[in-house]
């Protein structure tokens, strides 16, 4: 599975940051830079490299505020929205002393804590064709760990217990509403 990973049309430092911490922790994940690329653009994009998934990481008073997932659709090119991440605090790969680029086979989710992580988890295993945490493809995999706190999800990645990526606060996830662009 291949994704497309970008940010809004006249993203901040924070956005371009996190956008390449995305592109370090998810399987198959590759950047692009956004210019001044409509949607149907980078549905064009995805479609000839391939690409399953694009993600674009949107702001909210100059820091990452919202990430959504669109499905790439041929015909006449289009994205379909798939989900959307309301993300409400974001500690930078860098600013969490994480360690470098991991590029991992696999992206395993472990949920802990309230429903709200299981949700966010679950549309995680939906989109970004996740596993289900399994000790032994540990190894070769980076671990999203979610753990619920007072209705916000905190989403870290982790590979062999070390911090590999950003953490991400995540307020609510929304699924996406099925029609091309909306």
């Not at 990452?64 to 989900?83: D, Q």
């Not at 709200?116 to 032994?136: K, S």
């Not at 990645?157 to 953490?167: A, D, E, I, S, W």
């Not at 991400?168 to 909306?182: A, D, E, F, Y």
Request: proline content about 5%; glycine content about 14%.
């Amino acid at each position: 599975m291949a994704v497309l990973v970008t940010t809004s049309r006249r993203p901040g430092r924070r956005s371009r940051s996190l956008v390449k911490d995305l592109v370090s922790v998810i399987p198959g994940a590759f950047r692009v830079t956004r210019g001044r690329r409509s949607l149907s653009d980078l549905a064009r994009e995805a479609l000839s490299v391939g690409a399953d998934r694009v993600v674009v990481v949107g702001e909210r008073r100059g820091n990452p505020g919202v990430i959504r997932v669109y499905e790439p659709l041929s015909g006449p090119p289009a994205l379909r929205e798939v989900a959307v991440f309301i993300v409400v605090g974001v500690k930078l790969a860098r600013e969490a002393g994480a360690v470098g680029v991991v590029r991992p086979k696999y992206l395993l989710v472990k949920v802990g804590g309230d429903p709200v992580a299981g949700e966010v988890g679950e549309v995680f295993l939906r989109v970004f064709n996740a596993r289900v945490y399994r000790e032994d493809l540990e190894g070769e995999s980076v671990v999203a760990e979610m753990e619920g706190l007072g209705g916000v999800v905190f989403v870290s990645f982790k590979q062999g217990g070390r911090l590999v990526g950003p953490v991400l606060k995540i307020s609510r996830v929304i699924v996406g509403c099925g029609r091309p662009q909306c």
